[in-house]
């Protein structure tokens, strides 16, 4: 069985909150339980975010959906690219975070 991350960070990459799913589980079911309580101009993903609902749910609570469309979607919904550029923080969290459980193992087995 595989396990997803599926994490929030502010805009700097910090780590604001994370949940656990279910390998088979779609990313966008994690979603509204990491964004409940919170306060934020926008909200950005990759095109498994692109899910009518979440968009709904973003428009309603007044932020923008900075997600491109998915390839399949008969009407195309624009998205900020200079915006989406910045994601890669979110990339470099997840690959720093990836290296300390590494290095920790490393160390131990070099004992």
């Known amino acids: 069985m595989t396990t997803k991350v599926l994490a929030l960070t ?3 990459g910090n780590l604001v909150r994370f949940k656990l799913l279910p ?3 779609s990313e966008v079911v994690g979603v509204p339980d990491l964004i409940d309580g919170l306060t934020f ?3 950005m993903g990759d ?3 692109d899910a009518d609902h979440l968009r709904q ?3 309603e609570r007044g932020a923008m959906a900075v997600i491109p469309s998915k390839r399949n979607r008969k009407v195309h919904i624009p998205h900020d690219e200079e915006a989406y550029k910045w994601r890669h923080l979110v990339e470099n969290y997840f ?3 990836l290296k ?3 290095l920790i ?3 131990i087995e070099s004992r």
Do not use: E, H, V, W
């Open 10 to 12: 502010d805009a700097l």
């Open 23 to 25: 390998g088979q589980r």
């Open 100 to 102: 300390i459980p590494t």
């Open 95 to 97: 690959r720093a975070s």
């Open 41 to 43: 101009d926008a909200l």
């Open 105 to 107: 193992f490393d160390l």
């Open 47 to 49: 095109k498994a975010f």
């Open 57 to 59: 749910a973003l428009q």
